[in-house]
Each structure stands twice: as C-alpha cells, then as structure tokens.
C-alpha cells in the first residue's frame, strides 16, 4: 500500500484520486475548507492554503501529485498561486518519491501549425504560459527529479471546452477557425497521472494530448451537431499561438492506451453523461 498526497484536488485531482483508492492506496489531499467533501470520497483531508505558507503542515508521502489551479474566487493572482504557492510547497514538504506536478502545452509558444514535442523550444506567447514555465524552472532547480506533465486542454463531463454556450445562441465564435486544438479526456489525463506515478522516468517531461489534434471549425462543428445546435459561425481572429502536439513519449514511455483518442469519441461521452 502506497500513499499518495495531491495539492489541488479539484476536476483532474480527483479522477486520480479514485483510482489511487480502487488499487488500495492511501490518499491525502490539501484543502481550504472542503473536508466532508473529501472524507465523503475516501480522501484524508489536509488543512491548508499554499498561498499561505504558515497554514502548510503538509505529511510525508510516496507520491505527491500537483495540480494547482487558479480559483478566481479567492482573489489571489496567477503569479501568487503557481510560483508562490509552489515555493511555499517545496519549502515545507518532505521530500517524497515522486513528485509530478501538471504543467500546461501553454508554455510551447509555436505558432506556426506545425508538430512540436517535449524537445521542442520553449518560448510562450502569453502571460500564462510564461508562469508555467517559470514554475517548471523552479521546480528543476528545487526539486531536479520532478516528473513535469504538460497537459492539453482537458474536457470531460461536466466541462466543455469554453464557448459551448455560446453555439446554443448561434452567436459568432471569436478565434481562428482553422487553427489547432490539442485536447485530452479528463479520464485519460488522470490515466496518464497514474501512468506517471508507477513508471514515468524521474526527471522527465511528458506532453498530455490526445492522438488527434483538430481545428477549431472541426471541433466546434462535432459539439453543434450533439448539442443540436446552429453549425458555428465564427469572427476570425489571430490566435497567439498555433501548434499540433506529440504525444508520442506518453504513449511509448508510460505505456498510456487512450480510453478517448480523438475528440469525437470523447466529446460525445463528455455531452452524454
């Protein structure tokens, strides 16, 4: 029996937390507040907030998965809780066995259509990106044997890319309808958690994607057509950035079989549950 602690036990945390506690395994996670939510599930809670370092009375444990997200609600700025709450963290927590923390394709800025991999320049076109990556850069520095997951857009039940609303009103989408979209299924991405946990190489970074990356037009025209809503019209625009993403070292190295390999398989299970 292993033990597993996650920091940011929110959509993806919890689906691993699930299936950390259907092989037998201890799990913990750190809240705010939500304790009889987490015991309802089987989930040790741990008081705590990582923007506060004081609060931090993090246990040891085999495992620790990172999955902070920013809670707008809570009035604090992306730069406090990515890059100060992971100081924070990597200040007061015992140093466990693996660390895997969930980075974001965001801090790939490449804009040019073309296939990028783990290998590929790391230059972000936005804001966000470029404090993803300074937390990457932190954690190689603090912590060199972190496994570092770069996720693509996760979806699944209950969340639907963003501008799904709108197709319901028939209202112009804002993008760029041929750009590219690099998705994966929220049961996937905690697969591939999972994956990371048992065999990912310390020390290695992982893209999270799906087998099939698809245009704008092409994903929004598959959610219209199950929603049976208007076909999407769309105002074009200039997106910042452009790219298809290889997933080739997740499905090699961790050995991850997708449950959902392209959009049009996970979209319709997302829509219908």
Not at 15 to 31: C, E, I, K, N, S
Not at 87 to 102: A, E, H, M, S, W
Not at 228 to 243: D, G, I, S, Y
Request: some cysteine; hydrophobic content about 35%; charged content about 25%.
């Amino acid at each position: 029996m292993q033990s597993h602690l996650i920091i940011g036990c929110g959509y993806l945390g919890r689906v691993v937390a699930r299936r950390w506690l259907d092989q037998g395994h201890l799990v913990a996670a750190l809240t705010r507040s939500r304790s009889d939510e987490l015991r309802s599930l089987g989930i040790e809670p741990v008081l705590g907030d990582v923007t506060e370092p004081s609060s931090l009375h993090l246990p040891s444990a085999d495992t620790v998965l990172y999955a902070i997200g920013l809670d707008r609600s809570a009035g604090k700025s992306m730069r406090d809780v990515y890059v100060g709450g992971l100081t924070n963290v990597l200040d007061k927590l015992p140093t466990p066995r693996r660390f895997i923390y969930i980075s974001s394709t965001s801090v790939y800025g490449q804009s040019d259509g073309n296939w990028v991999d783990e290998s590929s320049p790391t230059e972000p076109a936005e804001e966000n990106g470029r404090i993803v990556l300074e937390c990457e850069h932190i954690l190689r520095e603090r912590l060199h044997d972190a496994i570092v997951l770069r996720f693509g857009g996760i979806y699944g039940p209950g969340r639907l890319i963003r501008r799904a609303s709108i197709l319901g009103k028939g209202e112009p989408i804002a993008t760029d309808p041929d750009g590219w979209l690099n998705l994966i299924h929220l049961e996937d991405g905690a697969r591939a958690v999972v994956a990371a946990a048992e065999r990912g190489e310390l020390g290695a970074t992982y893209n999270i994607a799906d087998d099939q990356p698809v245009t704008r037009r092409e994903f929004y025209s598959e959610m219209a057509t199950l929603l049976a809503a208007p076909l999407p019209t769309f105002t074009p625009t200039r997106e910042p950035t452009n790219r298809r993403i290889n997933n080739r070292r997740m499905r090699t190295q961790l050995g991850v079989e997708l449950e959902y390999p392209n959009f049009r398989v996970g979209l319709r299970q997302a829509i219908q549950s």
